[in-house]
């Protein structure tokens, strides 16, 4: 069997490029493979380390990689895009990635099983029906408001709306066809979205860690299903401002010359994570006179000091960190910090 101390994959639709190497300085074997030929050449190989770039396909051959006794790493693209050399095709990216997995300052993504990636299938499903029953809501407005026809804001208000534009005498007989089409998206939708936080539910009831994350204010079961399938192991994050950073929680810095500059928040890493946090943070400043602890102080002592939506996003930032020591640690949340008054 061929012997290599890593191998550079770079990942692709039908057609893989091989990167290997033998020993530091020796010359690379590069090959070109089908898809249907990867377990055929990585099972010729005595076992070694596997580099790729996390995109799609990486977790699903990481996994069947791992499986043949290969270590295999996955890296964030931006990272391997220092190490492309001049005139980009397969070839230099595999080269790339070869390279820059021997680096020791390297960053590395965990790999996700089967099981997290069909959670975060339900999540991405169900952000993506949202955004579809929004459009089709905005579309009943936009139109509907061109004959008179106007509801309050919400998505609570689109029965009343429809209800006006039922018994609108006056509305043309195609616009009522429109709106009957419309009326069905939304309710074909709402049943997939229902449908889909069922499974959701089910999904965090059967995860340890997520019912461990539930029990912090303002997570619920969406948010904390969500971070523990995106993060399977949180010892790849130094600190809990590591954790943070990778939510794009932290402030962004253009610093030099020994002064420190901080700007907005850089909005990098997960956007969906990110979001629901903002979200869950907002819930929280709704109650926090309704609260007693430390936790309540620190967020009163930056609203007399900041406005809302900073001390919101603030509380975000400090939401992901706590979350990130309840995973590390595995101990629960101290309820005395954010108690009923």
């Not at 990867?38 to 190989?45: D, L, N, P, T």
């Not at 340890?208 to 029990?215: A, G, I, Q, T």
């Not at 192991?233 to 939510?247: E, H, M, Q, T």
Request: contains cysteine; charged residues 25%; hydrophobic residues 45%.
């Amino acid at each position: 069997m061929k012997k290599f101390i890593r191998v550079g994959v770079d990942l692709a639709k039908n057609y893989f490029q091989i990167h290997a190497l033998a020993s530091e300085g020796a010359p690379a074997v590069t090959r070109k493979l089908k898809r249907s030929k990867m377990h055929e050449f990585f099972s010729q190989i005595e076992p070694c380390l596997v580099a790729m770039e996390a995109c799609g396909t990486a977790h699903y051959w990481a996994r069947e990689l791992k499986a043949m006794g290969h270590e295999v790493l996955l890296m964030p693209p931006a990272y391997t895009k220092p190490y492309v050399k001049r005139g980009k095709n397969d070839a230099v990216d595999a080269d790339a990635i070869c390279e820059a997995v021997s680096r020791p300052g390297m960053r590395f993504v965990p790999i996700k099983g089967a099981e997290q990636q069909a959670t975060l299938m339900l999540h991405k499903t169900r952000e993506l029906l949202v955004k579809q029953r929004t459009m089709s809501v905005n579309a009943l407005r936009g139109h509907l408001s061109e004959f008179g026809i106007v509801a309050a804001k919400g998505i609570g208000r689109v029965d009343e709306l429809l209800d006006l534009a039922e018994s609108d005498a006056t509305l043309p007989n195609a616009a009522r066809a429109s709106v009957k089409v419309l009326a069905q998206a939304l309710e074909g939708l709402d049943k997939a979205i229902d449908d889909l936080e069922k499974e959701i539910t089910g999904a965090h009831a059967q995860n340890e860690m997520s019912r461990l994350l539930d029990k912090v204010p303002g997570i619920g079961k969406l948010i904390a299903s969500v971070i523990a399938a995106s993060v399977p192991d949180p010892s790849v994050f130094k600190s809990g401002r590591d954790f943070a950073a990778f939510l794009g929680l932290t402030p962004r810095q253009n610093s030099s010359g020994g002064k420190q500059t901080l700007g907005g928040i850089t909005k990098q890493g997960n956007r969906y994570i990110r979001k629901m946090l903002v979200l869950g943070a907002t819930s929280l400043l709704n109650v926090v006179g309704k609260r007693k602890g430390a936790l309540r102080d620190w967020i009163v002592g930056l609203l007399a000091k900041k406005p809302a939506r900073l001390v919101t996003v603030a509380l975000a930032n400090k939401l992901a960190r706590i979350l990130w020591a309840m995973m590390k640690t595995g101990e629960c949340f101290r309820t005395e910090m954010f108690a009923k008054a």
